[in-house]
């Protein structure tokens, strides 16, 4: 008589994941109380030295849902903004874009494309943030003119699997800056690498961004990110077709550290996603400022993914949403997606 195992196994599998995610929990909470208590609030000495302040934008409505934590998880093309190295994880072609409705009518845009090739992954990025401000030569109610302030910066990735657990990767960025007829240029490079351990379930990433100058010798806000991440999944029902079914996601638990090495102090990120029936899911975070401006605050995020049908049928859309409010500045609307094909 045969005894089928196979319940007594993914009883195993379950108990063991409840009891890393209560691991993680606690860490998240530990990293949550501990970190204000041991970091005074104040104004960095270097704040207000760098220039290119817009390549601190967060690209992607994804990532921000979850409190701006994402170079551990880093499983979509979104990573190109975040940790290049996570580019590994694109199965064949994504594509991105993002529209972020900020403060002071100033908008901010991200568009980013990855391909597989064999085992390399190369990518494409554009990240920019654009308003216009009135100008007056006296006291007038109408403005003489209005003038075009804002950047961008266009980017180059690579990434690349160094065996099965550890992938590498790199973006070059050329940037530009601005301030009516003036402008500024310069170049850039953002290094990451992650490790993805416990059968995919772990992610571990760390990242160096915006390593580089501007022409006039200015620096460039460079940071250093890391993160940490925890995913969960159900496994397909088996069938008797020979079709491969994906596992199915459920939960993803996030935590990142971002270590500005210019001008501001550290903040720290935390958040979760919850997917249900493969194609809704459900996002929180919150973000923990050193700064001397209020930068602590929540986030949350849904997100809609459907495969297309016909014509389309290889093909899947996922629209994504965020939602940051902040009493100081006014709530942020973040509004993106992503098309595999």
Not at 20 to 25: C, L, R
Not at 36 to 44: D, Q
Not at 91 to 118: C, K, P, V, W
Not at 212 to 234: F, H, Q, S
Request: hydrophobic share 45%; aromatic share 8%; with cysteine.
């Amino acid at each position: 008589m045969k005894i089928n195992c196979s319940p007594l196994r993914n009883l195993y599998r379950m108990i063991g994941n409840l009891r890393v995610i209560k691991k993680i929990a606690i860490v998240l909470l530990i990293v949550t109380v501990v970190t204000p208590s041991a970091h005074a609030v104040s104004i960095h000495d270097g704040a207000g030295t760098a220039g290119a302040a817009f390549l601190k934008i967060e690209g992607g409505s994804r990532p921000v849902g979850m409190g701006g934590a994402f170079a551990g998880l880093a499983n979509d093309v979104n990573t190109i903004f975040w940790n290049p190295a996570g580019l590994t994880a694109v199965h064949d072609q994504e594509l991105t874009a993002m529209q972020h409705f900020s403060f002071a009518d100033i908008n901010n845009q991200t568009i980013g494309y990855a391909q597989r090739i064999d085992r390399l992954v190369w990518g494409a990025s554009f990240l920019g943030s654009f308003t216009e401000i009135e100008r007056r030569q006296g006291p007038t109610e109408d403005p003489d003119s209005t003038v075009t302030v804002g950047g961008f910066a266009t980017g180059l990735s690579l990434a690349y699997p160094l065996g099965s657990a550890m992938s590498v990767g790199g973006t070059a960025k050329i940037i530009s800056q601005q301030l009516d007829i003036q402008n500024a240029y310069g170049i850039a490079a953002d290094v990451g690498v992650i490790l993805r351990l416990l059968d995919n379930h772990l992610g571990i990433g760390v990242a160096v961004q915006n390593a580089g100058v501007l022409d006039g010798g200015e620096n460039l806000p460079m940071a250093i990110r890391a993160g940490l991440a925890y995913r969960t999944w159900k496994q397909p029902a088996e069938t008797e077709t020979e079709d491969v079914t994906p596992p199915q996601e459920v939960w993803a638990f996030v935590a990142d550290a971002n270590l500005p090495l210019i001008d501001a102090n550290p903040s720290f990120h935390i958040g979760a996603e919850r997917w249900f029936y493969k194609s809704i899911a459900a996002r929180i975070g919150y973000r923990i400022g050193m700064n001397e401006n209020p930068s602590d605050g929540l986030a949350l995020g849904i997100g809609v993914r459907r495969s297309g049908e016909d014509a389309l049928a290889n093909i899947d859309f996922q629209f994504d949403y965020a939602f940051v409010p902040d009493a100081y500045v006014g709530n942020a609307h973040r509004v993106s997606f992503i098309t595999r094909f």
